[in-house]
């Protein structure tokens, strides 16, 4: 068993405790993860790429994704590749997470923002940064998947709001 198995294995027995304690038919954030997630690349092992404290890693992956990404110093196809990536990472235990994916030359890096020392494994949706930033301005800056079900009164119907979201995240990706 791999350590991303462990990951979804994870993911699957939490989405059957979640489902079991909601009404409905709804997608839960474990599903929308295993339904859309891929696993991550290999993590940079750079203690000088930290840029915040751990449990604020969502705020600071996406803040550090859109200033890369606004740095018209990268060079072009570079710049385009930057990610903001939101899943699991595997640090002791499956933990959700926020880090930045991009590009550089020689394949596609993953950058750990808050941790002193990488995950073993990471999991999750890439998503482009101006899409992800609409979408945690509407939500608030603690994620989009772990604020999807506490922002539903803001949004409205949250999976309509998310096909729309990953819908929009396609089309920034294919452009």
């Not at 991550?40 to 600071?60: F, H, I, Q, V």
């Not at 880090?99 to 995950?119: C, K, M, Q, R, Y």
């Amino acid at each position: 068993m791999t350590q991303c198995d462990t990951i979804r294995e994870y993911l699957g027995i939490m989405q059957g405790v979640r489902m079991s304690t909601v009404s409905g038919d709804i997608e839960t954030c474990e599903s929308l993860l295993l339904k859309h997630a891929r696993k991550g690349p290999k993590p940079l092992r750079c203690k000088a790429k930290r840029m915040g404290e751990p449990g604020d890693c969502y705020r600071t992956a996406m803040v550090g994704a859109l200033s890369m990404y606004n740095d018209r110093g990268m060079i072009g196809k570079y710049r385009e590749t930057v990610r903001y990536v939101e899943g699991m990472s595997l640090n002791i235990i499956p933990m959700w997470h926020g880090w930045i994916e991009h590009a550089n030359g020689t394949g596609v890096s993953l950058i750990e923002t808050v941790w002193d020392e990488p995950g073993d494994e990471y999991f999750g949706i890439a998503w482009h940064p101006e899409v992800a930033r609409d979408a945690m301005l509407e939500l608030g800056w603690g994620g989009i998947l772990p604020n999807l079900w506490a922002a539903g009164k803001k949004i409205g119907n949250v999976e309509k709001w998310i096909e729309k979201k990953l819908q929009d995240n396609r089309d920034a990706l294919a452009t």
